[in-house]
């Protein structure tokens, strides 16, 4: 072999950078869940130049029915699908290279019309939520990757305020707490946020000592999300378009609220439900999004004190943003407007947390979840 001179060399870096930029391994691989009532037959990938915010032409790369909420195991090689219509978890093998998807032998979700699903950190316990038999499911993950049946299956009574959305429970989300010890559940029916112990080797569940907190009446709690450092939980209010941020207690679970914003302008007298609630990864900003207004919300976050300022509501360039997500960077949002069946790109301020709309749009019938592989 003979040594390359400086510019040999330069020539040969450019073109592996060249090559690779080509190959599209330079861009981050999205998955994107979908609902199949209209056109579309399942999950779709696509990728997004870290560069420009350009996106490629998505691509089916798995039929399956109804996957509304889709989520990824820590080491990326497995990704996981609720059947919204159905009572089914649906497992596939991922293909980073190609975005590719193999589908594996479903499993009983533990309950009806799974709603959002989790991977716990170690990669042992699937956890999901239920809509509308208010059921949280804790499935073992095996070591290929498939599904065992539910080992803990859960379910909430009661209801709360509002004569129809909440006249029972209600489960829509299970989000795992990062040090892997808790399971945070948001009862929209309930008004309440429930916490369990998570035990995932052996994928079980058992009620905290504080077992939960009352958000307040009518507020319909959806979705949360943790800040980086885990010591902050943000939970997303549905029906009253607010957002609260809570202490967790690492050792316990409990939780205790801090501060409640509202995620719409003083202004707004329109009709509203909140989907959506990401934390950016420099642990800065949290972002809401809400359904009629059709907008991203976004606040500015004190990490000493959890208090929350609000920073400004950008239009989603859509209708109804069901769901969004944070590029692994910080660079990039991408905002899933259902209603209107688009993708659109946003540039994010890591200094002021505010969005620039980008020219950047694509085409997916009915997205309603967006993951980022890498």
Not at 65 to 79: E, G, M, Q, V, Y
Not at 166 to 176: L, R
Not at 198 to 218: C, K, M, Q, R, S
Not at 354 to 366: E, G, I, W, Y
Request: charged share 15%; aromatic share 6%.
């Amino acid at each position: 072999m003979f040594p390359l001179n400086p510019r040999s060399l330069a020539l040969a870096v450019a073109w592996i950078c060249t090559t690779l930029t080509a190959l599209g391994m330079n861009d981050s691989l999205i998955y994107i869940g979908t609902y199949t009532r209209t056109t579309s037959q399942g999950i779709y990938a696509l990728r997004l130049d870290p560069a420009t915010g350009e996106l490629s032409p998505p691509e089916l790369v798995a039929t399956t029915a109804n996957p509304s909420f889709i989520a990824l195991s820590p080491d990326k090689a497995h990704l996981y699908a609720v059947c919204e219509s159905g009572t089914l978890a649906v497992p596939f093998a991922v293909n980073l290279d190609t975005g590719k998807l193999v589908p594996d032998h479903v499993q009983t979700s533990g309950g009806k019309a799974p709603c959002y699903l989790m991977v716990d950190p170690t990669g042992q316990c699937l956890v999901v939520a239920h809509y509308h038999d208010a059921t949280v499911a804790a499935l073992p993950i095996l070591a290929d990757g498939a599904l065992g049946a539910p080992r803990s299956v859960i379910h909430h009574q009661g209801h709360s305020v509002h004569p129809t959305r909440q006249d029972a429970p209600h489960v829509h989300s299970t989000n795992i707490s990062p040090d892997g010890r808790h399971v945070i559940v948001c009862d929209l029916g309930l008004d309440r946020v429930f916490t369990y112990k998570l035990d995932a080797a052996n994928a079980t569940l058992t009620p905290a000592a504080i077992p939960h907190v009352a958000t307040a009446p009518g507020a319909g709690p959806r979705h949360s999300a943790f800040s980086p450092d885990g010591k902050l939980l943000f939970v997303v209010n549905e029906l009253n378009s607010t957002l609260v941020s809570y202490r967790y207690a690492t050792d316990t679970g409990s939780l205790t609220p801090i501060d409640t914003q509202s995620t719409l302008p003083a202004d707004f007298t329109g009709e509203n439900t909140c989907a959506e609630v990401r934390v950016h990864p420099n642990g800065r900003f949290v972002y809401a999004s809400n359904r009629g207004h059709d907008s991203i919300a976004v606040f500015a976050l004190a990490a000493e004190t959890g208090r929350l300022t609000p920073v400004e509501t950008m239009p989603s360039d859509g209708r109804n943003p069901r769901n969004f997500a944070l590029s692994p960077d910080g660079t990039w949002l991408i905002a899933a407007n259902q209603n209107s069946n688009t993708l659109n790109v946003f540039k994010v301020d890591a200094d002021t947390g505010r969005l620039t709309p980008t020219d950047h749009q694509a085409s997916v019938p009915l997205p309603v979840c967006v993951v980022f592989a890498r």
